[in-house]
């Protein structure tokens, strides 16, 4: 069965190669709320493993994780561990995975082995609705291996200057994966992090890139805010450290633009069927 298929899970990675722009916020933040209502599993693959340390998976306690199943081949359920947020698992990022990146290089079908365990786990994924891919700020192999299992990406931007010229190294990025592997990846869409409104450039480069990129702009912006930042140190989502707070309210409004957008296509694409 391939992974994509519309009746188990679909897989959403989360990439910009720049650091600091919200990758790991809002792949931690979209994943508990969308586990509100549905079976949510999220892999870290940075090295770096702040999505696991954000999800009360200290450094300490990792163990096995995405470099045992990407490197070593071990099998997906025996990596994937439940978090203290219902309805959602992780794989974290094991201490090796710095490694990773050029060990993959030396190993075969080293583009796909994301794709290929998951696609040999999918019985441990059973009922699971969604898969979010956590990217390192890099475009080397272990993103490309997010870009090539993925159906979908979401880039988070942070509106600052050079941030078109950011996006359009992505885009590029997901043309060649799709010349090269996976011809159905998607831009899921774009979405500002971090936004200040009180900042006039940040508006400027926010109305640019929205008329740049038009509806693949998410209406949703998330609002630069302190109780965010302060949730991976309790090892939670702000949706469950603050549920009142600006960033909390964000990523529960990002969750059902992302559900209503999901929607959409599906109907999109069952009106483009019956008229064929
Ligand atoms: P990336 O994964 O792209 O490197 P992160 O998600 O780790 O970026 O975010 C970089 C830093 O910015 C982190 O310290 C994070 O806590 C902080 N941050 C992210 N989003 C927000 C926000 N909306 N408000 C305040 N701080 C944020
Ligand atoms: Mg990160």
């Known amino acids: 069965m391939p992974v994509s298929d519309p009746a188990t899970f679909r897989i959403l990675a989360l ?22 209502r549905q079976r949510v599993v999220l892999i870290d693959l940075d090295p770096q493993g702040n999505a696991s340390t954000g999800l009360g998976i200290a450094r300490a306690a990792r163990g096995a994780g995405s470099y045992a199943m990407l490197v070593e081949g071990r099998p997906l359920a025996e990596v994937l561990r439940p978090t203290a947020i219902p309805n959602l698992s992780i794989i974290p990022a094991d201490p090796n995975l710095a490694g990773g990146e050029l060990e993959l290089v030396d190993l075969a079908q080293r583009e796909t082995r994301l794709r290929d365990a998951l696609e040999k ?24 291996n997010a870009l090539v299992a993925a159906e979908s990406v979401m880039v988070p931007l942070q509106a600052e ?13 997901l043309d060649r994966v799709r010349a090269g592997f996976n011809p159905k990846l998607r831009l899921d869409g774009i979405v500002l992090t971090m936004f200040d409104r009180r900042n006039n450039l940040a508006e400027a480069v926010a109305q640019d890139v929205r008329g740049f990129f038009k509806s693949q702009v998410y209406d949703t912006v998330i609002p630069r805010n302190v109780r965010v930042s302060e949730a991976p140190s309790h090892g939670l989502p702000v949706t469950f450290y603050d549920p009142r707070s600006p960033g909390a309210e964000a990523y529960t409004r990002l969750a059902a633009e992302f559900l209503r957008r999901h929607r959409a296509r599906l109907r999109e694409l069952a009106k483009n069927d019956l008229e064929r």
């Open 15 to 36: 990439a910009n190669q720049k650091g600091g722009v919200g990758k790991t916020t809002t792949a931690v933040n979209l994943a508990a709320a969308l586990a509100a």
């Open 121 to 144: 786990g999918a019985a441990a994924l059973k009922g699971v609705e969604w898969i979010l891919l956590d990217c390192p700020p890099s475009l080397g192999l272990l993103t490309l």
């Open 161 to 173: 200057f050079y941030a078109l010229e950011g996006v359009s190294q992505i885009i590029q990025t």
